[in-house]
């Protein structure tokens, strides 16, 4: 088993930016490509960024482009997922998920990651 911890969350006013990770324990030398995903209020959760294993290969929802930015560390068992120009529309709880597929393909679907963070809750001001 593959255990996911975010990082707290936060509040952060319109423009501002915040840093979130995730930390993986357990079998992580099962885990390949990992994503994040957010849940919006009264929003079904959506997908917001993933990376391969090696980070050749990265994907974002046409709604974070250009302002988020996804990474891992792999020596640190860590992913972040750097936001900037955060606005109020980016409020939510925030999920890191990981999976034994490799590969990019896939990657925005839900029903390919196995395993899953408990979220935190970013929230963003006007």
């Known amino acids: 088993q593959v255990q996911l911890v975010e990082s707290r969350g936060g509040l952060v006013q319109a423009g501002g930016s915040l840093r979130l990770s995730c930390v993986s324990s357990g079998r992580t030398f099962t885990l390949n490509t990992m994503g994040w995903f957010r849940q919006g209020p009264g929003k079904e959760r959506e997908f917001a960024a993933a990376?391969?294993?090696?980070?050749?290969?990265?994907t974002y929802a046409d709604s974070v482009k250009g302002r988020f930015t996804i990474s891992r560390d792999n020596a640190k068992n860590t992913m972040y997922l750097q936001m900037n120009n955060l606005k109020p529309e980016d409020t939510g709880d925030y999920y890191c998920?990981?999976?034994?597929?490799?590969?990019?393909?896939?990657?925005?679907?839900?029903?390919?990651?196995?395993?899953w963070g408990q979220g935190t809750q970013v929230t963003v001001s006007s």
């Open positions: 998920a990981g999976r034994t597929d490799g590969g990019i393909t896939a990657a925005q679907v839900m029903d390919t990651y196995e395993y």
């Open positions: 990376i391969t294993w090696s980070g050749d290969k990265t």
